[in-house]
């Protein structure tokens, strides 16, 4: 189960990584087809314990990834409202 979720943060992770301009829509659009994924296994296998776990730690991801990109855009803001020295 714990590989199940190093797979889903490293499935959603690593593309943003790649992609900085768009991390957000990427991490959103890496999550759903995971998540289709994850469900179509665990419906052929019957392994929904470690789909499971994966949905948590890929929700835990995207989460990670919106604030961080919220904390960017604040911080890009503030910097334009400042006065130059």
Same mark, same amino acid.
């Given at each position: 189960?714990?590989?199940?979720?190093?797979?889903?943060? !490293?499935?959603?992770?690593?593309?943003?990584?790649?992609?900085?301009?768009?991390?957000?829509?990427?991490?959103?659009?890496?999550?759903?087809?995971? !998540?289709?994924?994850?469900? #179509?296994?665990?419906?052929?296998?019957?392994?929904?314990?470690?789909?499971?776990?994966?949905?948590?730690?890929?929700?835990?991801?995207?989460?990670?990834?919106?604030?961080?990109?919220?904390?960017?855009? #604040?911080?890009?803001?503030?910097? #334009?409202?400042?006065?130059?020295?």
């Amino acid at each position: 189960m714990m590989c199940a979720g190093i797979a889903a943060a !490293g499935f959603i992770a690593l593309p943003v990584k790649v992609a900085p301009a768009f991390h957000v829509y990427v991490g959103v659009a890496c999550f759903i087809v995971g !998540g289709l994924l994850t469900v #179509e296994l665990a419906m052929a296998g019957d392994l929904w314990a470690p789909a499971a776990i994966a949905a948590i730690v890929g929700v835990v991801t995207l989460g990670a990834i919106i604030s961080s990109a919220r904390r960017r855009f #604040e911080r890009r803001e503030g910097e #334009e409202s400042r006065p130059f020295p």
